[in-house]
């Protein structure tokens, strides 16, 4: 029994490894070719590999693959499906808890603020750009674009947003609910200041939607912020 602990570890291990080498070789595509182009090289190899590496699971464990997605997967009821969905986005924002702290407890509250928001302005335009191909948005798809894009970030399964009309060319966004915050709260903390974090994270998902979008903080902790919402964010196109 031990023996399959082992090999059990060691394949979740080697799928670790998988994953940050898929890292790396995109940070050094990025590095040696712009963000761009790494982007495009990004698409084809992403595209190629989950293809490769899902054939041989099915192989291995004797499921059918239906356009290549486990058809498994694809057999589970609607709701079922959408709570997977939902534990996916979920897992991702722990992951990036996690990483936060793993930094600010070896190395400080102020190291691990200005990691997190260098990584933000690598990750969320890489996930307007995602999101921009699944919509298939075009090249500038404007205020709607954007309004259609913000429903399928990783944030909009994990928080609860509302977004308000406030003319063709402008929209404001709430971030009603924020698990990270709701958490603090329940502890009796004051909320994180990660308007920072924000400022490059909401700017670079805009502009990568559409370049012509521009981005207004209207208020963000450290910023006090009435109870109906934890954050709000301006999104325009000047006339």
């Known amino acids: 029994m031990e023996e399959k602990k082992v090999i059990a570890e060691m394949m979740f291990d080697f799928m670790h490894r998988t994953m940050m080498h898929h890292a790396f070789w995109y940070s050094e595509a990025e590095h040696q070719f ?14 190629r590999s989950f293809e490769v590496q899902m054939r041989r699971m099915s192989k291995v464990l004797g499921f059918e693959l239906d356009d ?4 498994p997967i694809l057999d589970l009821p609607k709701e079922r499906l959408e709570k997977l969905r939902d534990a996916a ?8 808890g996690v990483w936060f702290q793993a930094i600010e407890f070896t190395r400080g509250m102020n190291d691990a603020k200005r ?17 921009k191909k699944l919509l298939g948005l075009g090249e500038f798809p404007g205020i709607e674009g954007l309004k259609k894009a913000l429903q399928y970030r990783l944030y909009n ?3 609860k947003q509302d977004i308000i009309d406030e003319s063709p060319n402008s929209f404001l966004f709430k971030m009603i609910e924020c698990r990270v915050q709701l958490a603090r709260k329940r502890k009796g903390l004051a909320d994180y200041p990660c308007k920072s974090g924000g400022l490059v994270e909401y700017t670079t998902f805009a502009e990568t ?26 999104f325009y196109i000047e006339e």
């Not at 290549?68 to 058809?71: D, F, L, Q, T």
């Not at 990691?115 to 999101?131: L, M």
Request: with cysteine.
């Open 68 to 71: 290549g997605i486990p058809k």
């Open 157 to 159: 399964y994990v928080n």
């Open 209 to 234: 939607i559409d370049p012509r979008i521009k981005t207004m903080v209207v208020s963000c902790p450290p910023d006090p912020h009435p109870e109906d919402f934890f954050c709000a964010w301006r």
């Open 34 to 47: 712009g963000r761009e182009k790494a982007f495009e090289i990004l698409d084809s190899a992403w595209r």
């Open 89 to 96: 986005s979920v897992n991702w924002l722990a992951n990036d």
């Open 115 to 131: 990691a997190n928001d260098s990584t933000w302005a690598q990750f969320s335009p890489f996930e307007a750009r995602t999101i």
